[in-house]
């Protein structure tokens, strides 16, 4: 019998988790990472497309770019990040539609700036520094972690 190759999604995972081995700073980060990513595709969305983009288009090329990273990384979670980005574009639609770019910005940065407070109480917890300090690829390392989480618990392989 042979062993399963690790794939570099786990070395990721298995680092991440590391620094992550406190249950309250893994509360916090089941609805900060997610807050942030949010809040990235918020943002984007604000900025100018210019007379020939509409808005939105840097948001969805950012998506896009991300998605590519965790489709080589596994196809399963390529495909749940993949329902995680039309959602929050669409979210991310709406409330454009409904609030304006000016109100969408200043909601974005408000809620930016409370999922990094929450997130630096949960390292201070968990006593350990947040892992995109050591490389940034954890920044995109994080929302594939909580969504492994869900994958898990719903049984299903990532």
């Known amino acids: 019998m042979h062993a399963t190759p690790e794939r570099p999604i786990d070395r990721w995972f298995a680092s991440y988790s590391a620094d992550h081995r406190n249950r ?6 089941l609805f900060a990472v997610p807050a942030i990513l ?3 595709i918020a943002l984007l969305w604000c900025i100018p497309g210019g007379t020939i983009f509409k808005p939105g ?19 399963s979670l390529g495909f749940g990040m993949l329902a995680v980005f039309l959602l ?18 200043i909601a974005a940065v408000g809620v930016f700036v409370l999922a990094w407070i929450a997130q630096f109480v949960g390292h ?3 006593g350990q520094k947040p ?15 909580v969504l492994a989480k ?9």
């Open 57 to 75: 288009i840097w948001a969805a090329l950012a998506m896009f770019v991300a998605w590519r990273f965790y489709h080589r990384a596994s196809r």
């Open 38 to 40: 949010w809040t990235v």
């Open 88 to 105: 929050l574009g669409a979210l991310t639609f709406a409330l454009h539609q409904w609030l304006g770019t000016r109100d969408l910005l």
């Open 24 to 29: 309250q700073n893994q509360r916090i980060h």
């Open 131 to 145: 892992s995109f300090l050591t490389d940034l690829v954890y920044l995109l390392i994080g929302p594939a972690w």
């Open 124 to 126: 201070k917890i968990e």
């Open 150 to 158: 869900l994958y898990r618990r719903l049984g299903w392989r990532y």
